[in-house]
């Protein structure tokens, strides 16, 4: 396999038609899915895979997919996206990961998104990266705080506004640390 990032317990890749399946199950997962509208189904899946392939192309980063090295198991994603919602900030690259529940607990999420932000900062001429997740998400907050973002704002998410209890987001900024890149 070809890893764009490969950390030590991490290979962090773009996306194949192989991990529809895989991916398909995390996205129907109540658990995996708790902090957003619904779970998604396989076409929805299917989508972002073609979404995630195509920013890759454009920009030589996306949500990447994410294999366990030591198993060659895709076990979610890791990584960098657009984000042009309307916001104070955007557009801007935001960092997100998705887990399976069976790898929660192990240090992945922090792991991968440390080298996204590695690899942002040495193969991109991206200065600040963004985290956004909603206010109850407090896994992601312990995540972004372990990686030193900084609260920008806490705001009413637009493309949530038909969900109340998960509208209300914190977005949260690492700036490129200076004599990097």
Same mark, same amino acid.
């Given at each position: ?63 990447? %997919? ?7 198991? +895709?076990?979610? +994603? ?31 999420? @922090?792991?991968?998104?440390? %080298? ?48 109340? @209890? ?16």
């Amino acid at each position: 396999m070809k890893y764009i990032i490969k950390t030590e317990r991490l290979g962090l890749r773009n996306w194949t038609n192989k991990d529809l399946l895989p991916m398909s199950a995390l996205n129907a997962d109540h658990r995996v899915m708790e902090y957003f509208p619904s779970i998604q189904n396989a076409s929805k899946t299917s989508q972002f895979i073609k979404r995630m392939q195509d920013h890759f192309n454009n920009h030589g980063y996306c949500y990447f %997919a994410v294999d366990k090295l030591e198993t060659h198991e +895709f076990i979610g +994603f890791i990584g960098l996206c657009n984000q042009d919602f309307e916001n104070n900030y955007t557009p801007f690259v935001d960092i997100g990961w998705r887990l399976s529940t069976k790898h929660w607990g192990n240090g992945y999420a @922090t792991e991968g998104a440390r %080298a996204c932000l590695q690899y942002a900062w040495n193969h991109t001429d991206l200065t600040e990266i963004f985290c956004v997740f909603t206010k109850s998400n407090k896994p992601s907050e312990n995540v972004a705080t372990k990686l030193n973002f900084s609260l920008k704002e806490v705001f009413n998410h637009p493309l949530l506004s038909d969900y109340p @209890t998960l509208q209300s987001c914190k977005l949260l900024s690492l700036k490129k640390p200076l004599g990097k890149g």
